[in-house]
């Protein structure tokens, strides 16, 4: 198909879309969850029937208020205990932005689910008790929030209620806070005082803590400038599903659809694409089934090739003149999400964008250690919430970025070829930590007959 008979529109065309992507964090009983219940309940964004189940249940537990927290602890152990278990995942809208939020466990043993939580943020609200101040748990989501390169962090002081709404604690925590977030590389931190029971400084001002002047939480989520498409992010699309209708209409017609990871893709632009190497120029591009010039960040497209070339899912097409080299061997900065250790040698598939692979674990040199920040040697495994540095072979190359520059694809997630359950999730290249490579490391690297005893020989 041409692209000569078909009238072109451009991107501004199209329905621009606001939507920002953010998620709690805190220890436990910080009140993340009653935040998030006053935040939907207070923009109005609770239906009825939802508000009378919560109103019901809460009788039934003999709390005359209604508790707001069950609009996010939906899971029975969750309402029986009153602790969040599960990333909770609730879409909201107001006038100015839609929202997608993610509330995360906050008991240690649920660390691993803040990842999940966190993955795809733009932005991190982090809570903590005006009574206990900062804590470990408090450390540990801000150190997560740092490794995963969440772009904005909000350091919401929770139960201002409970400390008489005094000006000194809230200024004490924030102070101990940013001093914390400052050595993890967070550029910024933006604090709030609050309390989610009463209603405080959510979605309306407080009015007993006139000391404080800056935004409530929700005025802060509506107006926050979020950039999804930094002007140094190279574009990457890594294709889904290859389009070929053969149709009397479009018998020729051969579309490579995908979402683009990070950048932007012109008509005309000189591409490769990875692993092959095989270059080529974009002749056409199709977005909400209309011809564009340009289609960025986040958009679903379908880009036609000038050249007929072999290409499938799980190759990624870049610009030329931007084009990653692949390679078999990564570094990377890991959270093991499972119960099942991760152990050298271990076999695992290893999933980056649309592309799935064979890899074995060559080696664990070290494991982060949040009191201090440091790479310390951990032996020759990682268990469950660990967050430690790895190196990986790869069956195939991979044309992978550094996490750096671009969250989709410098990320990874490693898998049980047994029984399909997620391991690990990966962060390609350095992490935070800007300390010297760990000295007397004991870990091992996968050598030896047993290396290769299935097959697996990279």
């Known amino acids: 198909m041409t692209t000569s008979t078909r009238t072109r529109t451009t991107t501004a065309e199209l329905p621009a879309t606001t939507l920002l992507r953010f998620a709690t964090a805190g220890s436990v009983d910080d009140g993340k969850s009653t935040l998030v219940g006053r935040l939907l309940h207070d923009s109005k ?201 053969q149709t009397a209409a479009h018998p020729d017609y051969r579309g490579y659809a995908g979402q683009i990871a990070a950048g932007t893709l012109h008509v005309g632009e000189p591409v490769t694409v990875l692993p092959s190497g095989r270059t080529t120029r974009i002749s056409a591009i199709d977005l909400l089934g209309r011809p564009v010039d340009t289609a960025r960040t986040g958009q679903s497209v379908t880009v036609l090739l000038a050249d007929d ?38 076999r695992v598939l290893l999933k980056h964008g649309t592309r799935t692979v064979k890899a074995i674990v060559e080696s664990i040199p070290s494991r982060l250690a949040l009191d201090d920040l440091s790479l310390r040697p951990h032996g020759d495994r990682l268990a469950a919430n660990d967050i430690g540095r790895v190196r990986i072979r790869t069956a195939e190359p991979l044309p992978v970025d550094p996490y750096a520059d671009s969250r989709r694809t410098g990320s990874f997630i490693l898998i049980d070829p047994g029984d399909g359950t997620t391991l690990t999730a990966g962060m390609v290249g350095d992490s935070f930590v800007t300390t010297a490579p760990v000295k007397g490391s004991t870990a091992g690297t996968a050598t030896g007959p047993d290396a290769d005893a299935d097959g697996w020989d990279f």
């Open 45 to 245: 964004s609770v239906l009825a029937d939802q508000l009378e189940a919560v109103e019901r249940a809460s009788a039934g537990r003999g709390q005359e208020a209604p508790d707001l927290a069950l609009l996010t602890d939906g899971l029975r152990a969750e309402r029986e205990q009153g602790i969040t278990i599960d990333v909770a995942y609730r879409y909201f809208a107001t006038p100015k932005r839609r929202f997608i939020l993610a509330d995360t466990p906050g008991h240690v043993q649920y660390t691993r689910n803040m990842v999940t939580g966190a993955s795809t943020a733009e932005l991190t609200v982090i809570l903590v008790d005006a009574r206990k101040g900062v804590v470990e748990q408090t450390r540990r989501h801000a150190a997560i929030a740092a490794l995963l390169r969440v772009p904005q962090v909000v350091l919401a002081v929770n139960k201002m209620d409970l400390v008489g709404y005094r000006e000194p604690v809230f200024a004490t925590i924030v102070a101990e806070f940013t001093a914390y977030a400052a050595e993890l590389g967070i550029p910024g931190v933006t604090a709030i005082p609050i309390s989610a029971l009463a209603g405080d400084n959510v979605v309306e001002p407080s009015a007993v803590m006139d000391w404080y002047s800056g935004p409530t939480v929700l005025e802060h989520l509506e107006t926050v400038p979020v950039s999804r498409d930094p002007a140094h992010r190279h574009a990457r699309l890594p294709v889904q599903y290859v389009i070929r209708p």
């Open 309 to 346: 070339l072999d290409v499938s899912r799980g190759d990624l097409i870049v610009p030329t003149r931007h084009a990653p080299a692949p390679t078999q061997d990564i570094e990377a900065t890991v959270c093991h999400v499972a119960d099942q250790e991760l152990t050298v040698g271990h």
